[in-house]
Nanobody, 126 residues
C-alpha cells in the first residue's frame, strides 16, 4: 500500500505562484518503483492530466501548463513537488497526485494509476 498526501494549495491572484507537495509513504514505496502524476479537476469538468515524473526521472507536462509548471522530487523526503507559476484563473481546480507502479505505460491517463491522494484546492482569482 502507498499513501499520498497533498498540501500547499490555497488562494492566489492571477500571475502568482504556488508550490504543491505530495508526501508519499508506504512500506513498498520508492521513487525507483513508482511514477507520480499530477491531475486536476475543476467544478463541472472532467479530471485532466497536468504533469508527471516517471520512475526514471523523465518529466511530462500538459500543453496548457508547459513553461509555467514544473514537477520534481526529493528522495530524502519522499516528496514530490509541483511548482506552479504565472497562474491563471483557469488553473483553479482540486489538484491530485497519484502513483503508478513502475511501468512504461503512458502517464496522462488516470486509469493507469494505482494510488491517489485526497486532493488540495487551488483557487486563482483574476
Amino acid at each position: 500500500q502507498v499513501q499520498l498526501v497533498e498540501s500547499g494549495g490555497g488562494s492566489v491572484q492571477a500571475g502568482g505562484s504556488l508550490r504543491l507537495s505530495c508526501a508519499a509513504s508506504g512500506r513498498t514505496f520508492s521513487f525507483s518503483r513508482y511514477s507520480i502524476g499530477w491531475f486536476r479537476q475543476a467544478p463541472g469538468k472532467e479530471r485532466e492530466f497536468v504533469a508527471a515524473i516517471r520512475f526514471n526521472s523523465d518529466t511530462y507536462y500538459a500543453d496548457s501548463v508547459k513553461g509555467r509548471f514544473a514537477t520534481s522530487r526529493d528522495g530524502a523526503k519522499n516528496t514530490i513537488y509541483l511548482e506552479m507559476s504565472s497562474l491563471r484563473p483557469e488553473d483553479t481546480a482540486v489538484y491530485y497526485c497519484a502513483a503508478q507502479l513502475k511501468s512504461l505505460q503512458g502517464l496522462s491517463h488516470g486509469s493507469v494509476y494505482d494510488y491517489w491522494g485526497q486532493g488540495t484546492q487551488v483557487t486563482v482569482s483574476s
